[in-house]
């Protein structure tokens, strides 16, 4: 049972930085895809980003894409989102994901496993 911890939340003021990371534990298959989520209380959790197995990386949007950066260091078993130039927008429980395979997907019925998840607040 694949077990992922979250860490790295917490209150920014915008335009800040934050880093998330998340280690992975108990992974039994080579070829895995992680990712980040996010929600709002009362919202659909959304897609932020993934990197697959191939190292290729995508994103949920390109606001997203020009501030938020994933990597992976597989040696760690662990996988980080830099978030930059923050907003109030940004604020939300971010989760990270996992699941078996090469390519990353962007829907929450593809991954297989989560983290408990890691509050960002940016204020204003």
């Known amino acids: 049972q694949v077990q992922l911890q979250e860490s790295g939340g917490g209150v920014v003021q915008a335009g800040g930085s934050l880093r998330l990371s998340c280690a992975a534990s108990g992974r039994t298959f080579s070829s895995y895809a992680m990712a980040w989520f996010r929600q709002v209380l009362g919202k659909e959790r959304e897609f932020v980003a993934a990197?697959?197995?191939?190292?290729?990386?995508?994103y949920g949007t390109d606001s997203l894409k020009g501030r938020f950066t994933i990597s992976v260091d597989r040696a760690k078993n662990s996988v980080f989102l830099q978030m930059d130039n923050l907003r109030p927008e940004d604020t939300a429980v971010y989760y990270c994901?996992?699941?078996?395979?090469?390519?990353?997907?962007?829907?929450?019925?593809?991954?297989?496993?989560w983290g408990q998840g890691a509050q960002v607040t940016v204020s204003s």
């Open positions: 990197i697959g197995y191939n190292d290729v990386s995508t």
């Open positions: 994901a996992e699941k078996w395979g090469v390519v990353a997907g962007t829907r929450t019925y593809e991954y297989d496993y």
